[in-house]
């Protein structure tokens, strides 16, 4: 009989700022299912974009999580520090005419919304109107040698031609779960100022780390349709999925950053414990 794979978790915070008590739910779901079933728990640091994350916050993270009482297993995974393996997975896709650069800037892409009659909308807002999927390879290779920035978009209708049909997902408790990876249209594996894309990375990464059991928050639920797709296109394994509700605050509104919910910092400067950490983070003992 074959062995079946080890049950594998993780915990994969953007450093952008201080964790708060959602981001604790999140990593102590994580965490809990995999010490509850003898498995793996990983910790990943998804720092890909340099205008946004800080190494503080990444030294913050180990120090919060730690503090919060959880233990991670092998070394911890920092995503600015594979940019090689992205760029071959991108160079992959590329080389199956899947990708196509993008010149479009933001004003470009508004300008060109603006003067179409109607813009099919995706879960990230506006779809992109394929202006520079219609451009002629020559004129392609002649903007790229000259040194033009441009990202690299999906080419979603190829994509979807290739990919086996009838996509799905796995979410726990709630079977499996058809997917519409169409609705994110050409959507951007690599921008201009960052050399990949978290829709990339993560699936990248769940695969080479050998995560099985996907917990995240319900709000990263609609990316996974392009995650399948993402799975299918580069024949990586796909893992089971229980995105889990976000923690609200006492009038119900949910927790972020920007609202400045409650931080793990200052929880413990308060004289907070982390077993009144881990109850406030809706994990009581
Ligand atoms: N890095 C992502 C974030 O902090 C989470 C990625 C994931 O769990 O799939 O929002």
Redesign the pocket.
Known sequence: MEASPPFVTRF???PTGLLHLGHAHSALAGWRRARAAGGRFLLRI?DIDPTRCRPEFTDAILEDLSWLGLDWDGAVRVQSAHLAEYRAALDALTARGLLYPCFCTRADIARELAASLSAPHGPDGPLYPGTCRRLPETERAARITAGEAHALRLDMARALALAPPGLSFAEEGEGRIACDPARFGDVVLARKDVPAS?HLC?THDDALQGVTL?T?GED?KPATDLHRLLQALMGWPEPAYAHHPLLTDATGRRLAKRDRAATLRELRQAGTSPAEARALAGWPD
Request: aromatic share 12%.
């Open positions: 994969a915070p953007s998804e978290y993560v996907v995240r990263l």
